[in-house]
Structures are given as structure tokens and as C-alpha cells.
């Protein structure tokens, strides 16, 4: 029976601040427990930099001086292998959350077409569970039927506005949360989204046994930038104790 497929990336992520990486503060109990389940790869190093570059190699297994994705926004060869397109080819119907940074091959689009002027297209490939580029308009929309108060679409970056108040002596202007609580993060909408795509999938495939496999991309943005991360997580650490 082929096995089922998650792929989980997180955006500006250190290799070494991982507890069973031996990092003497920072606790991250569940990815300890994936790597004890697991495998881990400590030679396996980041091709390139910034994100659409390195996301361009992670997914086409090629070095940037071959696909050629300099920079944000420099488009991917629709020519070029990828791992979306190769598992379709082995059956599965991969589905993505969150995002790839990928730029359309502007010769596979029609002049004037919208997706001419875009940089953060879904790779092509996959299906779209949910697709969370820097708009974040569906993570918004969440929270708004959530009860929270959102910023129009406009000002949709405010969202990561701390909250009033004085910051304590020795906190740096991140320490501050923001208006959502730890439930109601970017990344806990993913996941949310993600568990209940792959519920609809067994459903649909009659269970876990069934023997046909499912396939997902779960791509978080963070730790990247903005640092601002609601309580208790905000107040987590002491700054004076952490590794020069």
C-alpha cells in the first residue's frame, strides 16, 4: 500500500533551535517528538535564499543557477520538474496550506492576464486547500467569524498591532502581543483547516485503511517576520538568558 504524504516547512526556522537539536532554551516538545518518530537530517542544509529561491529548490530538487529563481518574483520555468507535478504522476492529488512564492513562467500566460502582475502564485500541481500568501485574507476572514476585531482589507497588516500597554523594563518592542490569542494564529488556522481537509479525506476514502493514500503540503510562515506572538509564548523566555 503506497504510504499517505505530509510535507511540513516553517519559513526562517534555525536547525538548531530544536530541543532534541540540544539547544539549551528553547523547549519544542511536538517537533521533538516527530523527530524521535522520525528521521532527521542534520547534514541537509537550505539551497538559497530568500523564500521564493529556496522554496523554488526544495520543491524542484535543483541548485538556483539551474531553475533560475533569483530573487522574489523571478518566475520558475514551467519546464522544470517539480514535486507536485511528480506525485500526480504517482497518483496523488497533493494539497496545499499556506503558500510556495512561486511566480508564473510569464510565456505559459495570455497577455493582460492577472497572474502577470502576481509573485505569490500556488505551485502548479497542487490543489488548493488553502492558499495563505503575505494578504492573509482567508486567515482574516477566520478570525473575523471568530469574534475578533479586524482591520479592512487596506490596513489587513495592523492585524499584528501589540496591544496597549506599557512594555515591561527589559522587553523590546516585540514583546507586546497582538489581539488574537495562541488559538487563533496564522498557523493554528493551517492546522485547523488542514485536519479537517484530511477528515473529509478519509471520509470520503472510507477510513484510514482504505488504500488510497492521501497527500498534503502544510507550509507555515512562521517564525518569519513579524515578531509578534500572543502570551503566553511572548513571555516565554527571559532575553537575558538566551545564547549570545
Known amino acids: 500500500m503506497r504510504p499517505n504524504v505530509l510535507l511540513v516547512t516553517l519559513d526562517q526556522f534555525r536547525a538548531d533551535c530544536l530541543g532534541v ?3 539549551p532554551l528553547v523547549s519544542t516538545p511536538t517537533l521533538d517528538r516527530l523527530a524521535d518518530e522520525g528521521v532527521r537530517f542534520t547534514h541537509h542544509f537550505a539551497n538559497c535564499a530568500p523564500c521564493a529561491p529556496g522554496r523554488a529548490s526544495l520543491l524542484t530538487g535543483l541548485w538556483q543557477m539551474n531553475h533560475r529563481v533569483t530573487d522574489n518574483g523571478a518566475p520558475l520555468a514551467d519546464h ?3 514535486l507536485p507535478r511528480a506525485l500526480r504522476s504517482l497518483g496523488y492529488r497533493p494539497t496545499l496550506f499556506g503558500y510556495t512564492d512561486t511566480t508564473y513562467d510569464p ?3 495570455s497577455p493582460g492576464a492577472p ?10 500541481g497542487f490543489d488548493l486547500g488553502v492558499h495563505l500568501d503575505d494578504f492573509i485574507a482567508p486567515w482574516l476572514a477566520w478570525l ?3 469574534g475578533f476585531d479586524v482591520p479592512p482589507a487596506a490596513e489587513y497588516f495592523s492585524i499584528y498591532d501589540p496591544v496597549e500597554g506599557a512594555v515591561p523594563a527589559g522587553r523590546g518592542a516585540t514583546w507586546a502581543p497582538p489581539r488574537y490569542d495562541a ?3 496564522e498557523s493554528a ?3 485547523r483547516r488542514a485536519l479537517e481537509w484530511l477528515e473529509r479525506e478519509l471520509d470520503t476514502r472510507g477510513g484510514a485503511a482504505a488504500g488510497d493514500p492521501w497527500c498534503a503540503h502544510l507550509s507555515y510562515l512562521r517564525p518569519h ?3 509578534v506572538v500572543p502570551a503566553p509564548y511572548n513571555d516565554m523566555f527571559d532575553p537575558a538568558q538566551v545564547p549570545a
Open 115 to 124: 497572474e502577470l502582475c502576481e509573485w505569490e502564485q500556488p505551485m502548479r
Open 144 to 146: 473575523a467569524d471568530e
Open 189 to 191: 488556522f493551517l492546522t
Open 225 to 227: 517576520p513579524p515578531y
Open 80 to 82: 522544470l520538474p517539480t
Open 183 to 185: 488559538d487563533h494564529t
Open 107 to 109: 510565456m505559459t500566460l
Open 21 to 23: 537539536g540540544g539547544h
